[in-house]
């Protein structure tokens, strides 16, 4: 029988196959930390050191404060990778929150989605009876990952992944090794930014009813700095700018169609609109 439990299975295969791959990501994220200046919270207040993170670790001192953190990332080596993520930013977040919305979930949304391709075409009568269990035609293979609840367990070996590979080891190290593909990120940031955005349907085939709501939209999106077409790792920044925009939840997902969106970013904002309690479709 082609279950859930071999959906689970199959997606820590694929994840332990990538394991290269997210470390890497891991390390291209971490250049730059120890130019970011470094933070405590003193008596509930987060306050500047007047230290970067990078010359705080130098010296051997915790980054990260005994109001805060992580359990799982307690006791971390002063100026290792682990220290860091448990280390507060300006805004009273952690920036192992930041390292989680940022890389490891869509790292994890990719692996699943990855594990759902595998099934489907290697196993077409198992993927067919999976579907039926889960009430899904897998047209869209980010939802039939988000009723399956694969994520959530993925993220956990994700993340212990990442720990024993870079958990100890010094920031500065985790930055070296991680240069040459932050800068290939970089380089296919500036490329996008400078290709033209894809073509959008033009205003005449556009509902009528979602002619102001897509001028908003437009004009939100031209000036936001996002990249075009929006990707999966933006959608939570592409939702919170249409919603402060004046634009309801209820008319995003009408909208994105019509927007210059990944597929998938498409079917992640639904997927938030949803557990807002506004209509997914």
């Not at 929150?97 to 196993?123: G, N, S």
């Not at 009876?129 to 956990?156: F, K, N, Q, Y």
Request: proline share 7%.
């Amino acid at each position: 029988m082609f279950d859930v439990d071999f959906m689970a299975l199959l997606t820590r295969e694929v994840l332990r196959e990538r394991a290269g791959a997210l470390i890497g990501e891991a390390c291209a994220w971490a250049v730059g930390l120890s130019d970011q200046p470094h933070h405590l919270r003193v008596r509930g207040r987060v306050v500047p050191t007047g230290l970067t993170i990078g010359a705080r670790a130098v010296t051997g001192q915790p980054l990260s404060g005994e109001e805060d953190g992580r359990l799982e990332l307690g006791d971390a080596r002063p100026g290792s990778f682990q220290d860091v993520l448990n280390a507060v930013t300006a805004d009273g977040t952690l920036i192992a929150e930041h390292f989680d919305r940022e890389v490891v979930e869509p790292f994890v949304l990719d692996t699943c989605i990855r594990a759902a391709e595998r099934a489907r075409d290697t196993r077409a009568a198992g993927w067919a009876e999976l579907l039926d269990e889960l009430g899904e035609d897998g047209s869209d293979l980010v939802e039939v990952v988000r009723v399956g609840e694969w994520e959530a367990p993925l993220h956990i070996d994700a993340e212990h992944l990442v720990l024993a590979a870079l958990g100890t080891a010094p920031l500065v190290e985790v930055e070296a090794e991680g240069l040459p593909l932050s800068l290939v990120r970089a380089a296919e940031a500036v490329t996008r930014a400078a290709a033209p955005p894809p073509a959008t349907p033009l205003d005449a085939e556009r509902p009528d009813e979602l002619a102001g709501a897509l001028f908003l939209a437009d004009a939100a999106l031209n000036g936001s700095g996002l990249t075009l077409p929006v990707p999966l790792d933006q959608a939570d920044r592409l939702l919170d700018l249409l919603l402060a925009e004046g634009l309801l939840p209820e008319e995003v997902p009408a909208l994105l169609p019509h927007l210059p969106v990944e597929p998938g970013t498409a079917a992640e904002v639904r997927a938030t609109i949803a557990t807002l309690g506004g209509p997914g479709l």
